[in-house]
Each structure stands twice: as C-alpha cells, then as structure tokens.
Nanobody
Framework: HVQLVESGGGSVESGGSLTLSCTGLRTSGSLSIAWFRQVQGREREAVAAVWTGGGSTYYSDSVQGRFTISKSGSDAVFLRMNSLTSEDTATYYC???????????????????WGRGTQVTVSS
C-alpha cells in the first residue's frame, strides 16, 4: 500500500531554494513519482517526474534548469527547487503511479496515489 507524505514546504524569498520530500512509497516495484502543483482556482500543473525503475526524469518547461527531482532508495523522492520566483507559489503534491511516465507523465490521470500537499510561498 502506498501512502504518500510531503514535507519541506515553507516560505522563502524570491531567488531562494527549498527541497521538498515525498516519503511513504514502500513498494518493491517500479513507480512513476511526480510532483504537481496547484494554485487555488487553477488546474493542477505537473512539475517533474521520475521513473524509479530506471531513473528517467521529466520536467515542465517552467521549471527546467531550476528544479531537480531525485530518489533515495525505494522510499523517498525529493524535489530540489532553486531560483524560486513568486510564480512558483502553490501547493505542491506528490503523486505515484504504476505506469511508465512516457509522453503522458504530466497527466494527473496517470497517477493513482496522492499526498495531501505542502505549501510553498515565494515572496518577491
């Protein structure tokens, strides 16, 4: 059973950095783990994903070069966020699915398990 818990959110000034953690994977099989973010009133947006089976990573254009997704063993995934701007302010969610990411890595429909989210606030 996969029960995801996010941590590491908080408030930071523009240009600063944060690292989010997603724990609770607890599976021996390969998973697609993704970070999504959502601002109230807007659709949930995919940020990054990693395939735990081979380590392939995927990024949205808006975070490419600033965010890094990584995994630690089979139980945790991290999102290192650098050069943060006010546009990055959102609630960040960790999600897990059993499908290989591929071209639909950014579709919420590909993910079965979701955490409750952690708030990231960037002040300008």
């Amino acid at each position: 059973h996969v029960q995801l818990v996010e941590s590491g959110g908080g408030s930071v000034e523009s240009g600063g950095s944060l690292t989010l953690s997603c724990t609770g994977l607890r599976t021996s099989g390969s998973l697609s783990i993704a970070w999504f973010r959502q601002v109230q009133g807007r659709e949930r947006e995919a940020v990054a994903a990693v395939w735990t089976g081979g380590g392939s990573t995927y990024y949205s254009d808006s975070v490419q070069g600033r965010f890094t997704i990584s995994k630690s063993g089979s139980d945790a995934v991290f999102l290192r966020m650098n050069s943060l701007t006010s546009e990055d302010t959102a609630t960040y969610y960790c999600a897990a699915g059993e499908l290989w990411p591929g071209i639909s890595w950014n579709s919420p429909n590909d993910y079965t398990y979701w955490g409750r989210g952690t708030q990231v606030t960037v002040s300008s």
